[in-house]
């Protein structure tokens, strides 16, 4: 999901998912503004495996300070200690 926000993901992943901001009934609301993304709606739980609903739902539990990271060597350094922060400690 971090190479989807930063545009070094490949064309057919990036396509799979919708940020909230570029949703045309969520451009007015407070979550329009954000960097986080729509997960869509499935019918069964199975659709729940998808990447188009497990990526933005993974990506949207994640501290807001690392959604604004745009040095990927960064990001994966504070993703990797908020991951072992969430196991250990919570």
Do not use: C
């Amino acid at each position: 999901m971090h190479l989807i926000r930063t545009g070094q993901a490949p064309s057919y992943l990036a396509d799979t998912v919708t940020q909230t901001a570029k949703v045309s009934s969520r451009s007015r609301l407070r979550s329009g503004s954000s960097l986080s993304y729509e997960k869509p709606r499935t019918r069964l739980s199975f659709g729940q495996h998808a990447f188009s609903y497990a990526a933005p739902a993974a990506w949207n539990s994640l501290p807001l300070a690392l959604h604004q990271l745009t040095d990927t060597a960064v990001f994966n350094r504070l993703l990797k200690s908020e991951l072992f922060q969430q196991a250990f400690y919570n």
